[in-house]
T-cell receptor, first 115, second 111 residues
Framework: EAGVAQSPRYKIIEKRQSVAFWCNPI?????LYWYQQILGQGPKLLIQ????????DSQLPKDRFSAERLKGVDSTLKIQPAKLEDSAVYLC?????????????FGAGTRLSVL | QQQVKQSPQSLIVQKGGISIINCAYE??????FPWYQQFPGKGPALLIA?????SEKKEGRFTISFNKSAKQFSLHIMDSQPGDSATYFC??????????FGTGTSLTVIP
């Protein structure tokens, strides 16, 4: 079974530039999550999709971050414009459903460095 | 506000020893408590999880102990091996809601 795929693995940009990350979840998984993991901290949920609808985006900085999940499969997360504090690993995860207890499978993440 | 508090931040254990990582939470609505293992350059992977209706769950060398009244849970790794060296995260969630992760514990097992 293929895992959660993310690209790119690494990205270096200057502040105020834009960047986009891509995620392909495990086939058949209805729920998709984007997390931000700052060095030395645990993952923090940015946004959760159920199929192509948003379930929770309460911690997404909507003035600069946006995410979409067209057709309920792949998803993209965009940052525009980036700030220095956005330097982090962005993790995508998927699960069969959104009920607590559904195992979340994580991708390897995209490491973003904002200079 | 940190929903789940994890300690210690780092841990060094001799091979064959017991590694213990502790977590505490405040929200009594949480009903699912997983532990994730993360190797460098990889995403977190589910290790073991527990629900509050049991006080202990064991899978191989890994055991979760859960104290509902104290709102604490811990991960015990028996017979720790160098291959267990990784960062461990506890997490908590309530049904249908988001996961809250601890800050992580970096475990080093010395041969």
């Amino acid at each position: 079974e293929a895992g959660v795929a993310q690209s790119p693995r690494y990205k270096i940009i200057e502040k105020r530039q834009s960047v986009a990350f891509w995620c392909n979840p495990i086939s058949g998984h209805a729920t998709l999550y984007w997390y931000q993991q700052i060095l030395g901290q645990g993952p923090k949920l940015l946004i959760q999709f159920q199929n192509n609808g948003v379930v929770d985006d309460s911690q997404l900085p909507k003035d600069r971050f946006s995410a979409e999940r067209l057709k309920g499969v792949d998803s993209t997360l965009k940052i525009q414009p980036a700030k220095l504090e956005d330097s982090a690993v962005y993790l995508c995860a998927s699960s069969l459903g959104s009920v607590g207890g559904n195992i979340q499978y994580f991708g390897a993440g995209t490491r973003l460095s904002v200079l | 506000q940190q929903q789940v508090k994890q300690s210690p931040q780092s841990l060094i254990v001799q091979k064959g020893g017991i590694s213990i990582i502790n977590c505490a939470y405040e929200n009594t609505a949480f009903d699912y408590f997983p532990w994730y293992q993360q190797f460098p350059g990889k995403g977190p992977a589910l290790l073991i999880a527990i629900r509050p209706d049991v006080s202990e769950k064991k899978e191989g060398r890994f055991t979760i102990s859960f104290n509902k009244s104290a709102k604490q849970f811990s991960l015990h790794i028996m017979d720790s091996q160098p291959g267990d060296s990784a960062t461990y995260f506890c997490a908590a969630s309530s049904t249908g809601n988001q996961f809250y992760f601890g800050t992580g514990t970096s475990l080093t097992v010395i041969p």
